[in-house]
């Protein structure tokens, strides 16, 4: 038994005609996982008794053969691509939605969102407007969480418990601030340090996830599953979250981007 299963991060799935936001990040391309490869993705997750489950509130332990899967945005193909897999194969999720893009271009509406909650996926925040929240000021922060909250709650009219922290920058007083707005189930890439889950039923619980990309294949897939990833990946990983922590979320993101569109 273990005491965090594994996450997925998905964002966009994909059709070949699948219409597509006009403004997304830079590189969000790269995190694209098609439908034939979603599809395979799922079916493997099936054919070796793998439990898509929801955060809950009995934390005590998860069992290896449990994962998480979460969508981080809210694109217009969450709705209409990835909800008819999971629904074919009897997987649930958690989505993450930017408050102020609901209903935008490309972006899923009230009506396709109430759809997700009917079909018993579970409905959370990813700040409101998609900032880097290590950016800000408390005061900014503050709204970012709350704000998109009370977004949320007040057209769902259900609770909204967990949050996934945008861009992938993170800070032990993000994770306070988030709990502080009401959040219970905190969702980031890579825990920061010194943050620690916290026991069964107290406080907010933090979890890191495993961001799926596009080029992956299924048996990169099933290493993510066991927990490994490749020796390069590891160390690009590390010198990428080095870089973060000694330019700041501004600057990093600044030149993310200009090395993206080069490309």
């Known amino acids: 038994m273990i005491t965090q299963p594994i996450v997925l991060m998905y964002h966009g799935i994909v059709a070949p005609q699948t219409p ?25 997750l099936k054919e070796h008794l793998y439990r ?10 998860f069992s290896t053969k449990e994962v998480i899967l979460t969508f981080d945005d809210g694109e217009m193909n969450n709705c209409t691509v990835a909800l008819p897999l999971l629904k074919e194969f009897g997987f649930i999720g958690h989505f993450f939605l930017i408050a102020k893009r609901i209903g ?5 509406g009230w009506d396709q969102i109430r759809q997700l909650n009917a079909e018993g996926m579970i409905i959370g925040s990813h700040g409101f407007s998609h900032e880097i929240l290590t ?5 900014q ?3 970012e969480l709350s704000a998109s909250k009370k977004h949320l709650e007040r057209n769902l009219g259900v609770p909204v418990e967990s949050i996934s922290i ?5 800070n032990e007083k993000i994770i306070r601030m988030a709990s502080e707005a009401g959040y219970r189930y905190i969702f980031v890439s890579e825990k920061p340090d010194g943050v620690v889950p916290a026991p069964s039923g107290a406080g907010t619980n933090c979890f890191s996830r ?37 330019l700041g979320g501004s600057v990093y993101d600044w030149i993310r981007r200009m090395m993206l569109k080069m490309k």
């Open 210 to 246: 495993v961001a799926v990309k596009s080029n992956w294949t299924i048996d990169r897939f099933a290493q993510a599953l066991d927990g490994k990833a490749p020796f390069k990946e590891m160390v690009l990983g590390s010198c990428k979250n080095g870089v973060k922590k000694v």
């Open 52 to 61: 898509a489950i929801t955060i809950r509130k009995n934390l005590d332990v």
């Open 20 to 44: 597509m936001p006009r403004k997304r990040e830079t590189g969000a391309d790269l995190y694209d996982v098609t439908t034939e490869n979603f599809h395979a993705q799922l079916g493997w």
């Open 166 to 170: 945008p861009r992938g920058f993170c």
């Open 104 to 108: 935008k271009d490309g972006y899923m």
């Open 135 to 139: 950016n800000l000021l408390d005061t």
């Open 141 to 143: 922060i503050q709204e």
